[in-house]
C-alpha cells in the first residue's frame, strides 16, 4: 500500500504536526513508538504509534475500507494492547485518504453485546484544505482536502512547494505530493503542475534563488543542468526503495545509475505496484 506508506513516512518524520493536527496536543516533543505490539506484529506500512505527552496517537491510514480483521475491530484490539503495554490513555484516528461511500468510512466505533469502543475517524475529501496548505509536513495530503476546482487546489499546492528553501525538503516534498496526488488527479495534470521546472518559474522561488539559495556557477550550463536532474531523480527514488525494501543491493543501484532520467521517472511511478524487490529485478530485466 505505497499511498499508505507514504502517509506513515511523514507522519513519522513529522510527529509534532500531526499530533497538533488531530489532538490539539500542546506537548513540545513527539516521541515515534515502534510500529510493533507484543502479541504479533501490526501493518507497519499504514500504522503510525505516537507518544504525546502522557497519551498515545494511533494513526492509521486507509485507502480502502476492506479489510480483515474489519477496521472497527481492529481499532477496538489495538487499543487493549496499546494501553496494556505503555499504560497510557489512546486516541485513535483512521484517514481514508481516497472517496468511498462505504459505511465502515463512516463508522467510528466497535459495538457488540459487551463492549462499545469509540475512534475518530477523517475523511479526506471532506477536510478544508487551508490547514494543510499552511504546514508543510501536511501539505501533501492537501490535494486530497475538500475542493470545487481540483486543478486550482492542486496549482495552489504547487506554488506552496515552491517556497520551500530548503531543496531537499523540497524535492521530497514534490515526491510525497505527487505520489499521494495519484489518487485522485491525472497524472499529466499531476506532472505539469508539480515538476521541478514549473516551480522553478515561480515568483516566489525566484526571489529565493536570489536572497541567498545558491546552485552554483555550473548550475546554468545544460548538460549540467541535466545530470543535476537525474541525479536527484536517482538519489530521490533510492530513499524510496530504501523505505519500501530495505537496503538495496549495490549491483541494483549501479543498474539504476545507469538509468536516464526518463527511465528513472517511469520507475519511480512503477514501483508503486512493486510488492518485493524481484518486482524492481523484473522491471530492469524486461
Not at 459505511?103 to 453485546?113: C, G, L, N, S
Not at 494543510?132 to 487546489?153: G, N
Not at 515568483?203 to 539559495?213: E, N
Request: charged content about 30%; aromatic content about 8%.
Amino acid at each position: 500500500m505505497s499511498y499508505d506508506n507514504v502517509c506513515k513516512i511523514l507522519a513519522e518524520k513529522y510527529p509534532l504536526d500531526f499530533a497538533k493536527w488531530l489532538i490539539s496536543t500542546r506537548a513540545k516533543k513527539v516521541k515515534v513508538l515502534k510500529t510493533e505490539l507484543s502479541i504479533e506484529p501490526v501493518r507497519a506500512d499504514s500504522v503510525s504509534f505516537l507518544q504525546a505527552g502522557k497519551r498515545i496517537l494511533h494513526i492509521e491510514f486507509q485507502t480502502r475500507p476492506e479489510s480483515e480483521p474489519p477496521i472497527p475491530f481492529r481499532e477496538l484490539d489495538y487499543s487493549v494492547r496499546l494501553k496494556r503495554q505503555y499504560k497510557l490513555p489512546v486516541t485513535q484516528v483512521v484517514i481514508f485518504l481516497q472517496p468511498t461511500n462505504d459505511p465502515i468510512a463512516y463508522t467510528d466505533e466497535y459495538k457488540d453485546e459487551t463492549t462499545l469502543h469509540k475512534y475518530k475517524v477523517i475523511r479526506m475529501w471532506e477536510q478544508n484544505p487551508e490547514r494543510f496548505l499552511k504546514s508543510e509536513a501536511l501539505l501533501p495530503l492537501a490535494p486530497l482536502a475538500a475542493t470545487t476546482s481540483p486543478e486550482e487546489l492542486l496549482s495552489q499546492v504547487a506554488q506552496k512547494i515552491a517556497t520551500i528553501p530548503n531543496r531537499d525538503d523540497r524535492q521530497n516534498t514534490a515526491g510525497y505530493t505527487q505520489i499521494l496526488a495519484g489518487l485522485k488527479f491525472d497524472k499529466n495534470m499531476i506532472r505539469n503542475l508539480l515538476s521541478e521546472d514549473i516551480m522553478k518559474e515561480s515568483v516566489i522561488y525566484q526571489d529565493i534563488l536570489q536572497k541567498g539559495k545558491k546552485e552554483g556557477k555550473k548550475e546554468g550550463k545544460k548538460e549540467g543542468k541535466k545530470e543535476g536532474e537525474k541525479n536527484e531523480a536517482f538519489r530521490f527514488l533510492s530513499r524510496q526503495l530504501n523505505r519500501k525494501f530495505g537496503a538495496i543491493d549495490s549491483s541494483i543501484l549501479e543498474r539504476l545509475q545507469a538509468l536516464t532520467t526518463d527511465q528513472l521517472e517511469a520507475l519511480g511511478e512503477d514501483f508503486l505496484n512493486f510488492s518485493n524487490i524481484s518486482d524492481l529485478e523484473a522491471w530492469l530485466n524486461p
